[in-house]
C-alpha cells in the first residue's frame, strides 16, 4: 500500500512567522505532488503543483521537493490568521494492479493554527 | 476556473435507501473520482473514472457502485445506505495524467 505521511499537528505559529508542514511517501516512482488547503467544513483547495526537485515559489507560499530522500514540503511565510486550515499533501502514484492508472493518495493533515 | 458542481451540500437519508450523489465539471476532463473523508481516516478513494463508462474501484469500493454515463457527469450510488456512510463525501477530476485534481463542495450525507 503506497503511503503518504504528514506530521500529524495540531501546529501552532504567531502571526507573521514561518508555517513549515512536512511530507514523506513511500512510492519512489511518484513524479506529482500537490498541497491543499482545507478549511473546517469546506472541501480541499489546491495551492501549490510541484514536479521537479528544489524549489517552488508563489507568493507566501514555497513547496520544496527531493525526490531522494521522498520528502515534500511547503513553507507559509508571513502567516496569516487566514491560513490557519487543515494543509493536506497529496502524491500521485501509479496502480500497476489497474492496468497503470493513476490515482493520488493522500496524508491525513497537518492542522494549523496561526494565532493573531 | 474549474468548475465542479456536486448535486446537495446537505443529505439525509434513511437505512436502507438507495442513495445517489451526482458530479458534473464543466472542464472536459477525462477523470472523475469520489471520496469520502471521516476525521482521523482522511480523504479516502471509493471509485474512479478514466472515461465515459468505465469505472475502477478505489480503496473502499463496497456499498457503493458509479454510473458515468457521460463525460461530464459521475454518480455514486450507495445500493442501501447505512449509518456506517455518514461521511463527507467529496468528487474531484482532472484532466489526466500529473495534473492536479479539483474538488466540488462536498455533499455531506448523514443516514438515520
Known amino acids: 500500500?503506497?503511503?503518504?505521511?504528514?506530521?500529524?499537528?495540531?501546529?501552532?505559529?504567531?502571526?507573521?512567522?514561518?508555517?513549515s508542514l512536512n511530507c514523506t511517501y513511500s512510492d519512489r516512482g511518484?513524479?506529482?505532488?500537490?498541497?491543499?488547503?482545507?478549511?473546517?467544513?469546506?472541501?480541499?483547495?489546491?495551492?501549490?503543483?510541484?514536479?521537479?526537485?528544489g524549489d517552488k515559489e508563489d507568493g507566501r507560499f514555497t513547496a520544496?521537493?527531493?525526490?531522494?530522500?521522498?520528502?515534500?514540503?511547503?513553507?507559509?511565510?508571513?502567516?496569516?490568521?487566514?491560513?490557519?486550515a487543515t494543509y493536506l499533501c497529496a502524491v500521485n502514484t501509479r496502480v500497476a494492479a489497474q492496468g497503470g492508472s493513476e490515482k493520488l493518495?493522500?496524508?491525513?493533515?497537518?492542522?494549523?493554527?496561526?494565532?493573531p | 476556473d474549474v468548475k465542479v458542481t456536486q448535486s446537495s451540500r446537505y443529505l439525509v437519508k434513511r437505512t436502507g435507501?438507495?442513495?445517489?450523489?451526482?458530479?458534473?465539471?464543466?472542464?472536459?476532463h477525462e477523470n472523475?473520482?469520489?471520496?469520502?473523508?471521516?476525521?482521523?481516516?482522511?480523504?479516502?478513494?471509493?471509485y474512479f473514472s478514466y472515461d465515459v463508462k468505465m469505472k475502477e474501484k478505489?480503496?473502499?469500493?463496497?456499498?457503493?457502485?458509479?454510473?458515468?454515463?457521460?463525460?461530464?457527469?459521475?454518480?455514486?450510488?450507495l445500493e442501501s445506505a447505512s449509518t456506517n456512510q455518514t461521511s463527507m463525501?467529496?468528487?474531484?477530476?482532472n484532466r489526466g495524467g500529473d495534473q492536479p485534481q479539483h474538488f466540488g463542495d462536498g455533499t455531506r450525507l448523514s443516514i438515520l
Open chain 1, 105 to 115: 493518495v493522500f496524508g491525513k493533515g497537518t492542522k494549523l493554527t496561526v494565532n
Open chain 1, 1 to 19: 500500500q503506497k503511503e503518504v505521511e504528514q506530521n500529524s499537528g495540531p501546529l501552532s505559529v504567531p502571526e507573521g512567522a514561518i508555517a
Open chain 2, 17 to 28: 435507501e438507495k442513495v445517489f450523489l451526482e458530479c458534473v465539471q464543466d472542464m472536459d
Open chain 2, 32 to 46: 472523475m473520482f469520489w471520496y469520502r473523508q471521516d476525521p482521523g481516516l482522511g480523504l479516502r478513494l471509493i
Open chain 2, 58 to 77: 478505489g480503496d473502499i469500493p463496497e456499498g457503493y457502485s458509479v454510473s458515468r454515463e457521460k463525460k461530464e457527469r459521475f454518480s455514486l450510488i
Open chain 1, 30 to 53: 511518484s513524479q506529482s505532488f500537490f498541497w491543499y488547503r482545507q478549511y473546517s467544513g469546506k472541501s480541499p483547495e489546491l495551492i501549490m503543483s510541484i514536479y521537479s526537485n
Open chain 2, 89 to 93: 463525501y467529496l468528487c474531484a477530476s
Open chain 1, 64 to 84: 520544496q521537493l527531493n525526490k531522494a530522500s521522498q520528502y515534500v514540503s511547503l513553507l507559509i511565510r508571513d502567516s496569516q490568521p487566514s491560513d490557519s
